[in-house]
């Protein structure tokens, strides 16, 4: 099921709002995680068994860990949960791309599995791995096992993240209060984050198929391209981010915020800052950290790096684009630590400049099929393949999404918030927003439910990793 979708809109969301409010307080917890199951089994009904197994497993392996930490037991649980977890992601997202790989190296001829992935896996392992080494380090393990299956299996953000950590929710779990002020402000970050799904990302989304099947490429239609596509994974990804935080807080829970405006950042370091800040963060904690981090030593520190973006490309998908992706950035980052993060910090607008043809570049690198797709539209980016500098093709796009890149570019920026937190200072202006707010809202419900019943299937970006 889609956030994005009437089904979710108008008949399971407001559903399972009503039941969850009218239930008990000690009941509230198992409505969510009956909502969640339908949530996700309403497309993969196969796929709950997995997941209900994966749960069942850590709320298990966190018992006996916390029994045993103190004892060489604990250590060993705690990876055989960590090994076993990762089993399953690897054996239904990796599989099919070390058999390639395998049968390319060897000459033979192994059938692939063909196996579907299961949505959200990637993301909900993540989770379960954390719960087991929080536990490990001293948390307290969870003795509740619908509580377990919340904190694993929340719809709100069981698809496509943020990757909330055991830690941060533990308490909210039992207890977590809810208000109409709370309750406004969530539906206010929901409505915002369908706006940049069905408004921005679903349009851009546009531009970057027809590069895909235009007959008639050019230099600027693949700069057109490169732009559509980092704003469109931006607004599809950050707006999930927005509607899984804002239903969190409907529901009381506070979930981590994911972006923060990476498009403004001077530099790789500082985009990554501000970009999926829940898998970085994640990353930084449970693998950089315990690897020795920058404790030992530059070569090590940078060889960590690699190893961390090489394991953050790996996330992302089974093919050696996603690799390559990822090691680029490495490289990026580490220059920057060697060398040239003094000298951005003393030209902030080539900084900028520098961040966005680097960041574009690597996700045209992202978004390609396998290598050799990546290679042609990088070339395509200077006119390497002998393309003209533009096509009556390009120039149609131009016209036809100008507008919606311009508001894109702007919306990526902190501009709009900045202009409406201005208005609102003075007495008059936070007067006019407070009667404008609710009717702008609405306005954008019904212009977004126009386009749902108009338009056709838009799954989230992040959904296929």
């Known amino acids: 099921m889609l956030f994005s979708s009437i089904t979710f809109l108008y008949y399971f969301l407001p559903l399972t709002v009503a039941l969850y409010f009218a239930a008990p307080k ?9 909502a969640s199951v339908i949530f996700y089994g309403w497309g ?5 068994v997995w997941m209900g197994l994966s749960v069942f497993l850590a709320y298990g392996f966190g018992l006996l860990v916390e029994r045993y930490r103190e004892k060489r037991a604990g250590k060993i649980l705690c990876v055989s949960s960590v090994c076993i977890s990762l089993s399953f992601l690897l054996y239904f997202k990796y599989t099919d791309f ?17 196996l579907s992935l ?51 929710i533990a308490s909210q ?74 239903l969190g807080k409907l529901f ?31 990353f930084r904690d449970y693998v950089y950290i315990p690897m020795g981090g920058n404790r030992k030593g530059k070569g090590r520190q940078y060889l960590h790096i690699l190893v961390v973006w090489a394991l953050t490309g790996f996330w992302h998908g089974a093919a050696w684009n996603f690799m390559l992706w990822g090691l680029l950035f490495a490289v990026l980052l580490i220059f920057e630590k060697l060398w040239l993060l003094p000298k951005l910090k003393k030209h902030r607008f080539l900084a900028h400049v520098y961040t966005l043809f680097f960041v574009a570049f690597c996700f045209i690198i992202f978004n390609a099929q396998n290598l050799k ?21 390009s120039l149609y796009c131009l016209r036809s999404f100008g507008v919606v890149l311009f508001a894109g570019a702007i919306g990526a920026t902190p501009a709009p918030g900045r202009g409406i937190a201005k208005i609102s200072e003075k007495p008059a202006g936070s007067c006019i927003l407070a009667v404008l707010e609710p009717v702008c809202l609405l306005a954008l419900t019904l212009v977004m439910t126009a386009y749902l019943v108009d338009g056709s299937f838009n799954p989230f970006l992040y959904f296929r990793f």
């Open 26 to 34: 000690r009941l509230r917890n198992a409505v969510l995680l009956l």
């Open 44 to 48: 993969e009904p196969k796929y709950v």
């Open 98 to 114: 070390f058999l390639e790989n395998f049968n390319a190296a060897t000459g033979l001829h192994l059938p692939l599995l063909h």
């Open 118 to 168: 299961p949505i959200g896996v990637s993301f909900y392992t993540f989770q379960i791995i954390s719960y087991t080494i929080d536990v490990y380090r001293g948390e307290a393990a969870q003795k509740n096992l619908v509580h377990m299956a919340v904190y694993v299996m929340m719809f709100p953000q069981l698809i496509a993240g943020p990757i909330v950590r055991y830690s941060d």
């Open 173 to 246: 779990l039992s207890y977590r209060e809810h208000s109409l002020e709370r309750a406004a402000l969530g539906i206010r970050r929901f409505v915002i984050g369908l706006a940049k799904k069905i408004l921005l990302a679903n349009q851009l989304g546009e531009l970057c198929a027809a590069f895909r099947a235009s007959e008639d490429p050019s230099v600027l239609f693949c700069w057109l391209y490169a732009a559509a596509f980092a704003l469109h994974i931006y607004f599809d990804f950050s707006g999930y981010s927005d509607m899984a935080i804002g």
């Open 252 to 282: 009381g829970f506070s979930f981590p915020e994911n972006f923060n405006y990476p498009y403004i950042s001077a530099s790789v370091t500082e985009f990554w800052r501000r970009w999926h800040i829940s898998l970085g963060t994640w």
């Open 373 to 393: 797709e990546a290679f042609l539209d990088l070339s395509g980016l200077f006119g390497a393949r002998g393309i003209p500098l533009v096509s009556d093709e």
